[in-house]
């Protein structure tokens, strides 16, 4: 009972501290989605450089003394993003397995547990 109660306690602190860190947390998102925009865009371009440019932008948004809760709207006018995700399509991945002995091993043993395991179609 008493862990429970210590548990509620520690989830509850944790959702405040979330709260109060909102706006910061918004404002990093912001700037990765940045990032990889910019990065797709731009290929041809370096990691180095663009977080550079993206770091310039942030310091002088830090100078002017805006703050991510407050002035949402200038923040967002400064770091503009093109395209924003559509965060209900799931994205596509690629896999990519290096080959080597332990990945061979591994797609060997489900090949032959795959029925065994229940890992076909019905």
């Known amino acids: 009972m008493l862990n429970d109660i210590v548990l509620y306690f520690m989830l509850f602190a944790q959702m405040g501290q ?3 860190t909102w ?3 918004q404002f990093k998102w912001r700037q990765d989605l940045l990032f990889e925009e910019q990065f797709r865009d731009n290929a041809d371009q370096s990691e180095g450089k663009i977080q550079a440019n993206i770091q310039s932008i942030i310091e002088t948004i830090e100078k002017d003394g805006l703050d991510f809760e407050k002035n949402a709207d200038q923040i967002e006018s400064r770091l503009t993003i093109n ?3 559509e965060f209900s399509v799931k994205r596509k ?3 990519k397995i290096s080959a080597n002995i332990y990945s061979a091993a591994y797609f060997a ?9 229940k890992m076909t179609e019905t």
Do not use: F
């Not at 043993?109 to 395991?117: A, D, F, G, Q």
């Open 93 to 95: 991945k690629t896999m």
């Open 23 to 25: 706006g910061n947390r």
């Open 18 to 20: 979330e709260y109060l």
């Open 83 to 85: 395209e924003v995700p």
């Open 109 to 117: 043993m489900i090949h032959s547990y795959k029925k065994e395991l």
